[in-house]
Antibody, heavy 119, light 106 residues
Framework: EVQLVESGGGFVQPGRSLRLSCTAS????????MSWVRQAPGKGLEWVGFISTKAYGGATEYAASVKGRFTISRDDSKSVAYLEMNSLNTEDTAVYYC??????????WGQGTLVTVSS | DIQMTQSPSSLSASVGDRVTITCQAS??????LNWYQQKPGKAPNLVIYDAYNLETGAPSRFSGSGSGTDFTFTISSLQPEDIAIYYCQQSHNLITFGQGTRLEIK
């Protein structure tokens, strides 16, 4: 059974940093692109970014709203994907979902972890 | 960037009704269009991929069609458990979601 479990969310002040983790199980982690999607309270879904497999050089892509502030990485030996978030602002407050990308669609999602940015 | 425009933003229908949601891309995305269902307090769930393929486990009353810039998601006979927000998502060039359609029972 595929499982994606996010951790690391919480309360953080504007301008600070936070790192989220996504621990995967039930599939060959190294064979799949992993992505992060977020959802602000009461709002729609917003793609954050993804990291491709080692076969594709572990290339990353980001949404314009987070480019330069957020970094996605992966540790295939541990089946973990990370989202490093810097220079956080109140607009980054959201539930952050870890997702598995199968080709061009998200076939599995984690339960999400809430990040609240507030002074 | 590719923009995705969903309509309507909300929809109220009766059990048994045929329900249709549309999604328009700002440029040709071939068939790289997926649909997700999100129930309150839950993560989204893939229901249609590559425009018209039914995801394993999704109800057969769900269907998708379209290509290029115009796409449709249809529920042939609305059931109470279909109450959710539905999102389209393109993956032709990076990833973009539509703004969502809230589906309610009349």
């Amino acid at each position: 059974e595929v499982q994606l479990v996010e951790s690391g969310g919480g309360f953080v002040q504007p301008g600070r940093s936070l790192r989220l983790s996504c621990t995967a199980s039930g599939f060959n982690f190294g064979d799949y692109t992993m992505s992060w999607v977020r959802q602000a309270p009461g709002k729609g879904l917003e793609w954050v970014g993804f990291i491709s497999t080692k076969a594709y050089g572990g290339a990353t892509e980001y949404a314009a709203s987070v480019k330069g502030r957020f970094t996605i990485s992966r540790d295939d030996s541990k089946s973990v994907a990370y989202l490093e978030m810097n220079s956080l602002n109140t607009e980054d407050t959201a539930v952050y979902y870890c997702t598995k990308l199968d080709g061009r669609y998200f076939d599995y999602w984690g339960q999400g972890t809430l990040v609240t940015v507030s002074s | 960037d590719i923009q995705m425009t969903q309509s309507p933003s909300s929809l109220s229908a009766s059990v048994g009704d045929r329900v249709t949601i549309t999604c328009q891309a700002s440029q040709d995305i071939s068939n790289y269009l997926n649909w997700y269902q999100q129930k309150p307090g839950k993560a989204p769930n893939l229901v249609i991929y590559d425009a018209y393929n039914l995801e394993t486990g999704a109800p057969s009353r769900f269907s998708g069609s379209g290509s290029g810039t115009d796409f449709t998601f249809t529920i042939s006979s609305l059931q109470p458990e279909d109450i959710a927000i539905y999102y389209c998502q393109q993956s032709h060039n990076l990833i973009t979601f539509g703004q969502g359609t809230r589906l309610e029972i009349k």
